[in-house]
């Protein structure tokens, strides 16, 4: 080998180690935000920093919800919650299949995997975001738990233009406290998330009514006492 070869596969050699070094540095630093964060109210979140509308979001405990806020939540967005470990390998794979066929690359995404896109990633669906999309859900699953992690989701995800978690959607919608919902009422809020800033559960259209009484067929199959084994 050259001595010109050797300096460049020197220089090359100097640059990986010095990326794996950022990169383990990048890894650490999430793994503490999100050590922090299994405490602390996040004061904000990636889609809100990139939200063009103003924002209002106010934290409520999850202690101070219905268990039917919940489990309208996971009744219309992930059935499967306290069964998975942040990624639902089922919805993958017909996700995946849908999209060999020629569709787009949608579904699939736990509450889990939702919480951490909210919270620290960006819109959109491509595969570097899904992949570290489900690397994130699954620290989640190990570092937070089920029930923080649904504490959060509610906290965060978007209801509305510029309007983030239950509380917020609640004050907005229904001029009350979110731990004064109904089931009716928690329905009708669960069926905005998968397009917010387009519906307003005091305009539904006759789908979304559909879809309202669909979610709360679900909550009453599951049971009252679903996600009780979580929020003890």
Known sequence: MTEHQRGFFGYVGSVCWRMSQLMLLFLLLVLTLLLILRFVPPPTTAFML??????????????????????????????????????????????????????????????????????????????????????????????????????VYLNIAEFGKGIYGVEAASQHYFGKSAARLSRNEAAQLAVLLPSPRKRDPRQLTPYLQQRVSWVERQMRQLGPNYLQPILD
């Open 50 to 151: 990139q939200s063009p509308y103003p924002v209002t979001q106010q934290w409520i405990s999850i202690k101070q919800l219905p268990s039917h806020v919940a489990l309208a939540m996971v009744a219309s967005e992930d059935q499967r919650f306290p069964e998975h470990f942040g990624v639902d390998i089922t919805e993958l794979r017909n996700a995946l299949a849908r999209f060999d066929d020629g569709g787009g690359l949608r579904g699939a995404s736990t509450i889990t995997q939702q919480t951490a896109k909210n919270l620290l990633l960006w819109p959109g669906r491509s595969m570097l975001r899904k992949g570290l999309e489900a690397t994130l859900a699954l620290s989640l699953e190990v570092i937070w738990g089920k029930k923080r992690i649904l504490e």
